[in-house]
């Protein structure tokens, strides 16, 4: 797990290595073991290190590999890294000269070319470059665990893990793009890619290569997509046989993400996702395993721990659990750093959750498994089930549209001034064609598609890798195994909305975890302060919508802001997030990163 970054130029010119180099540097966090850059024609790449696999030099980058003239920096985890070493080993003779991973990506691209990334298990967006012809393949893991940002012009092509990465290099267009503000403001905060809410940065969307020619022709690819259809050699299977099959996949799952030349640890919220982890891991044998749960003083009625349901986990399974208690006074400071490590403005109050749980963490372990990513895989939110009667495609967006946007095009009207303001209504557009699209044909597969290839990808997968990489720390989350995705996309939907959401993953869970875990209320990652807006916290979002630059910048209307900031707890999205809240994120991320565009 690492930050990786370059820049190939298009027009004869050498690369700026100052650029890079400080692109690489603003990667730190991502990387505090090593640094490196490399260069050598049209293209430069640079690398901030976390020593996870193979911790000696060999294992450094940019790897080059001059036997095979290719080079390589790239950011994420190859589970399966050992078998396909020893595949190029003994079956097609190549020679290794590290033990890292990384070495596998550069002998792999070289034996079965740019689908190489078929037989790959794992998290990774990658650069690899051939030193011959200059030619440079981008890509991106199947579901968008590991981030790529592109920012382009006539004369270069720069990328980087993350977008503050690419701002520091300068150069960018920081212009609002007003499309991806209405996403912002209507699709829950989700923007997809490729936009970004930068005119001047685009994200490479999952499951995606992007090659860059020796000529400047560029080809873009989609090699996977989970088909949502039942399969016919599974039409005659119990309701035991999924949870059979289910089980035994997570199994396989966790299992994997247990590769490392360092400890493991694994997050530990009490819910039923990450406890089953924990039963899966205890029961492969992981003994003392490190387990972490955080908790944070009440605020306005609303409890800020789940120890007591995290407590019996660890108690059953013996772990070295860890409860990380968050006084009132960490959590404004906090917000600035969570805000700073956030690569895209990101609403969800459980940023600054996972910022400070990780700064616990990393101070313990360097990689931990994670629970993410069940929701939307197994069907896991209120809006699924009522998705059942959806039968139209009209009907299923409509049912979608209201439970999970937070606006319809008029209320976006009713935020956003003139200059910032689109006449269509992109949002729904985009959901309506998702939605559309062949494979999956019920209103809840439609939903769970769309969620775990897109929502999924740009909300709780981006919170984990930003928050955990601001300190060093890697994540990994077995529910996003692809093979686990894959068969849950052909599961019945009616087992998947079973007993109040992820019926056929609870009833899996039972022969593994205790079953008061299991029948809980359904928790979630509580931030009080950032749930009920008062004081400080107000304070700090009255200063941002009301800063000169916010004032220049013109994105809210002033008396839409002044309406909000008169009742700062009184609307709520249909999902219970604050609007004011969400406004107040935006400006702040904008301030934070020294963003002063306007409108594009």
């Known amino acids: ?26 990667m730190e966090p991502r990387g505090p073991d090593a ?13 901030r290190r976390l020593k996870i696999i193979d911790l000696s030099e060999a294992g450094a980058q940019p790897m080059v590999d001059s036997e095979l003239g290719l080079a390589i920096a790239w950011n994420g985890c190859i589970y399966n890294y050992k078998q396909l070493r020893r595949e190029l080993s003994e079956q097609h003779g190549y020679r290794f000269f590290s033990h890292s991973d990384t070495e596998v990506l550069l002998k792999a691209y070289h034996h079965w070319g740019d689908r190489f990334v ?3 298990y794992g998290m990774f967006a990658f650069a690899i470059v051939e030193r011959d012809s200059g030619r440079v393949l981008l890509g991106r893991d199947r579901l968008g665990i590991k981030p790529l940002y592109l920012t382009e012009d006539a004369s270069r092509i720069r990328f980087a893990s993350s977008l503050p990465a690419l701002l520091a290099g300068g150069g960018v267009d920081t212009r609002i793009d007003p499309l991806a503000l209405h996403h912002y403001l ?20 999952p499951a995606t290569l992007v090659a860059i020619e020796p000529d400047g022709r560029r080809t873009t690819t989609t090699y996977w997509e989970p088909d949502f259809t039942p399969h016919a050699d599974r039409a005659d299977w119990s309701e035991r046989d999924w949870e059979d099959a289910v ?56 409890a800020g721990d789940e120890f007591t349901y995290s407590d019996i986990i660890a108690e059953r399974f013996g772990t070295d659990h860890h409860q990380i208690r968050i006084g009132t006074d960490r959590m404004l400071p906090a917000l ?26 990393a101070k313990y372990v360097k990689v931990v498994q994670s629970g993410q990513g069940a929701d939307e895989v197994f069907a896991g939110y209120h809006w699924y089930p009522p998705m059942a009667d959806a039968t139209s495609l009209d009907s299923a967006v409509a049912s979608y549209r209201a439970a999970f946007f937070d606006r319809d095009p008029a209320g976006v ?90 019926g056929v993953l609870k009833q899996a869970a039972r022969r593994v975890i205790p079953a008061e875990v299991i029948d809980r209320p359904k928790g979630y990652f509580p931030v009080p302060a950032l749930t009920h807006l008062e004081g400080p916290y107000l304070e700090l979002v009255r200063d941002a919508l009301y800063a000169p630059v916010a004032k220049e910048r013109g994105l809210f209307r002033p008396d839409a802001v002044d309406h909000l900031l008169a009742d700062p707890n009184g609307r709520l999205t249909p999902l219970r997030g604050n609007e004011l809240w969400q406004l107040g994120l935006l400006e702040l991320w904008l301030q934070r990163h020294g963003i002063n565009g306007t409108a594009a």
């Open 247 to 302: 089980l035994e996949s997570l199994r396989v799952a966790v299992d994997r993400r247990l590769v490392a030349d360092v400890p493991v640890g694994c997050l530990l919220s009490g819910g039923v996702d990450s406890s089953l982890i924990v039963g899966l891991l205890a029961e492969a044998g992981q003994h003392g395993l490190a387990t972490f749960s955080i908790g944070f003083e009440s605020v306005g009625g609303v």
């Open 413 to 502: 009207a009713a935020l956003v001034t003139s200059d910032y303001l689109v006449e269509s209504d992109p949002s729904g557009e985009f959901v309506t064609e998702h939605f559309a699209h062949r494979g999956a044909a019920t209103g809840i597969d439609r939903a769970l598609r769309l969620d775990t290839t897109v929502m999924l990808v740009d909300d709780p997968v981006k919170r984990v890798d930003n928050m955990t990489m601001a300190w060093g720390l890697e994540g990994r989350v077995p529910f996003l195994d692809h093979e686990l995705v894959e068969l849950a996309a052909t599961c019945p939907p009616a087992l998947k909305i079973a007993h109040d959401g992820k």
């Open 1 to 26: 797990m690492c930050g990786a970054t370059g820049e190939v130029r298009l027009d004869g010119h050498s690369p700026d290595i100052t650029a890079v180099s400080a692109m690489a540097e603003a």
């Open 336 to 361: 600035d750093g969570a805000i700073g490590a956030m690569s895209e403005p990101m609403v969800s109050h459980d940023c600054v959750a996972f910022y400070l749980l990780s700064q616990e963490v």
């Open 186 to 205: 209507s699709f829950h905060s989700v923007v997809p890619p490729p936009r970004t809410i930068l005119r001047g940065v685009s994200k490479v969307p």
């Open 118 to 120: 078929d037989r790959l």
């Open 35 to 47: 640094a490196g850059v490399w260069s050598q024609g049209r293209v430069a790449l640079g690398h």
